[in-house]
């Protein structure tokens, strides 16, 4: 499978006899995450857009303080505090605010809650692979429209279309591509069904307060918007997503969800986090200074990269098999992303990581530009 390097292994799903399986887990093909080797010191790895730098001190300090004999207690299933603490940043109603076990299961939560047996809902091409497993799990067909040649989304062709759901991922997986605000809410009116803009990358843009769709929840009935505490919060481990919409969706989902679905140290955690702000900036800012200065050099070693408002690149080279680069990448212990998917199996998705690791990476990349040739 692709996101696997060669000799290590493969989706391990094919030898079952899937003789009790439902029909939808049976016929579906798994969603396959980013490699995640072994870590050791000289490993570089940029393959899942991890944030390279720790998560706030005090997020750590609040975890300790949680643990221990507090852990005989339930955790609050409202998960109070946290949900406090986001409406309080945002600027939000706390009755907009949803918390879920990674923005993964705010996902799954949104295809349990907003979708019945023979909908059908949109999604674009290229974008993050998990919302077509999650519409495979669910039994819900899907369509994909395809972005134009340079990856922007082709908004003419999506509005007015008749859908239950359509997800943009703002700025765009795996392209980094982001739509202006005014694309956003002129779909949006047009759009019968709900959109799904997944924020998860925003912090990383240029500006997160003039691309962000949370404002738009107080005047569209049909917006979610999602966040995770993953990439700029630096807590991929912890697993803690969250959402806003008008207080009529968040009660579905609440309705839905597991009754404790974020565990007492992630709550604690992910409080700490929101509250510390100008930790996240910090980190944020570094990996958009990272990200200009990589792509001026991937540029300049004649790579041709999308514009990018995340903590990733995505880039070609028209002298160059990408995949042979892949894995010249990984016996250098390099992990970056290659999809062997339509339209974009000549491309990379490289994470931004600290400037160190982007100076070992870009001086691979030049020794492998001037010795192998297509
Ligand atoms: C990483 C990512 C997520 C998942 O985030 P988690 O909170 O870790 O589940 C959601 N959407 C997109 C587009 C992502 O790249």
Redesign the pocket.
């Known amino acids: 499978m692709e996101g696997y390097p060669p000799g290590k292994g493969t989706c391990p799903i094919v030898e079952m006899s899937k003789k009790y399986w439902n029909n939808n887990i049976k016929n579906m093909m798994p969603y396959v995450p980013g490699f995640q080797p072994e870590l050791k010191d000289n490993l570089i790895k940029l393959n899942t ?1 991890e944030n390279p730098y720790p998560p706030s001190p005090k997020v750590i300090e609040a975890i300790k303080v949680s643990t221990g004999d507090l852990l005989r207690f339930y955790p609050k299933s409202d998960w109070e505090d946290l949900r406090n603490a986001i409406s309080e940043v945002y600027s939000c109603n706390l009755k907009q605010v949803f918390c879920g076990n ?4 705010v ?1 799954s939560l949104i295809f349990r809650c907003f979708t019945n047996f023979g909908d059908s809902v949109l999604f674009t091409y290229p974008t ?1 692979s ?1 919302y077509e497993t999650l519409a495979e799990i669910s039994g819900i067909d899907y369509s994909y429209v395809e972005t134009k040649d340079d990856f922007s989304i082709d908004f003419d062709v999506i509005k007015n279309t008749d859908y239950k759901l359509a997800f943009i ?1 703002n700025p765009n ?1 795996p392209t980094g591509r982001i739509e202006p605000l005014s694309f956003i809410k002129d779909f949006a009116a047009s759009f019968k069904g709900l959109v799904i803009i ?1 924020e ?2 925003i912090d990383f843009s240029d500006s997160p307060d003039g691309f962000t769709s949370l404002n738009l929840i107080n005047d569209y009935s049909n917006i979610i918007v ?1 966040r ?4 700029s919060y630096s807590l ?1 481990g912890m ?3 969250y959402a806003f919409a008008n207080e009529d969706l968040i009660s579905a989902m609440m309705i839905a969800k597991d009754s404790y679905n974020l565990d007492l140290l992630a709550q604690a955690g992910a409080k700490a986090a929101v509250l510390d702000q100008d930790w996240m900036k910090n980190n944020a800012q570094k990996i958009i200074n990272t990200r200009k200065e990589t792509q001026q050099k991937l540029i300049s070693m004649g790579f041709e990269v999308i514009p990018s408002q995340a903590n990733f690149l995505f880039a070609t080279h028209p002298d160059l098999n990408i995949k042979t680069v892949y894995n010249e990448l990984i016996k250098n212990n390099i992990y970056v992303r290659y999809f062997n998917k339509p339209r974009i199996a000549n491309y990379l998705r490289i994470s931004i990581g600290t400037d160190n690791q982007m100076g070992i990476l870009l001086g691979k990349l030049k020794y492998i530009c001037d010795s192998i040739v297509r």
Do not use: H, I
């Not at 990674?102 to 299961?105: I, L, M, T, V």
């Open positions: 857009n990674g923005s993964d299961e996902l993050y998990l991922a997986a997944d998860a990358y999602l995770t505490f993953s990439k991929c697993r803690v997503g």
